[in-house]
């Protein structure tokens, strides 16, 4: 059976590396430098880096430079999201080097445009499924989007690549994962799917690794790491098979 991906977030919001709780913005708190953040994930054997521009994500403004440096200082694969909704955006986020970008607002809003880029781009798109609930969330998820499975059986006919998704009312809270929104995806998509939100324990970690054969590939992890909860090296070995 393959082994779980861990992907260490890097949220960036005003230059600075933080956590969010529930995405709320203002509920910040900032762990510093995001190049430092992510050089140490990668010193510590990450294999994916989760890179979010989160003022790009909510509307008040870029930290683009910002995120092109530590995009551009990686050895490991990248995972780009945040604002990427035009072509302008995208063409900038792809010029970073990252291996995937992921669409949030994007898929919601201007449906035909992420048809068009899967289509162009294939896997290198992959789309984030923001779910309050079974309702999707865009725009810094302050806005809804729509039902997660309709959405999804229109996303699988386009040809998306891969989902990543995020329970909100668990995000950045440390409560374990949505173990059964995962489950629920796994048996509306044959395509991969990256779990994100809540992990907070590496039973938490052990938990989704059941959901491999079902489809979840991956994990991001984000406040469980900053808080210490446990390091990124013990997880990488709590979901070694
Ligand atoms: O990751 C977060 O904590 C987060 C909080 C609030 C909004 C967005 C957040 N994250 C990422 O942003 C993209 C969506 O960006 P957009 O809608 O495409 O501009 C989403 O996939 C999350 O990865």
Redesign the pocket.
């Known amino acids: 059976m393959s082994t779980l991906e861990l992907l260490p977030?890097v949220?960036v919001r005003d230059g600075q590396a933080v956590?969010?709780v529930h995405?709320?913005?203002g509920s910040e708190t900032s762990y510093g430098s995001p190049l430092e953040a992510a050089l140490a994930w990668q010193r510590s054997g990450a294999e994916w880096l989760?890179l979010?521009?989160?003022d790009?994500?909510?509307?008040t403004g870029d930290n683009r430079e910002l995120i092109a440096e530590v995009a551009g200082a990686m050895d490991i694969k990248v995972e780009l999201?945040?604002?990427?909704?035009d072509d302008a955006s995208l063409a900038a986020a792809l010029a970073t080097g990252c291996t995937r970008v992921?669409?949030?607002?994007?898929?919601?809003e201007t449906p035909e445009w992420v048809a068009k880029v899967i289509a162009e781009h294939g896997d290198k798109i992959a789309?984030?499924l923001?779910v309050r609930g079974t309702t999707l969330?865009?725009?810094?998820?302050t806005r809804d989007g729509g039902d997660l499975y309709e959405t999804l059986e229109r996303l699988n006919s386009e040809g998306c690549a891969r989902y990543?998704v995020?329970d909100?009312a668990k995000?950045?809270t440390l409560q374990g994962p949505n173990l059964e929104l995962l489950r629920n995806v796994c048996a509306a998509t044959d395509r991969p799917v990256v779990a994100?939100g809540g992990v907070s324990s590496l039973d938490d970690l052990r938990a989704i690794s059941e959901l491999v054969p079902l489809g979840v590939e991956g994990a991001?992890v984000?406040k469980a790491l900053y808080a210490k909860a446990f390091t990124l090296e013990e997880a990488l070995e709590a979901v070694a098979r």
């Open positions: 977030a949220d956590r969010l995405g709320e913005s989760h979010v521009d989160l790009a994500a909510f509307g999201s945040g604002g990427i909704r992921n669409l949030g607002t994007a898929a919601l789309v984030g923001d969330r865009g725009r810094g998820w990543v995020t909100i995000d950045g994100s991001i984000g």
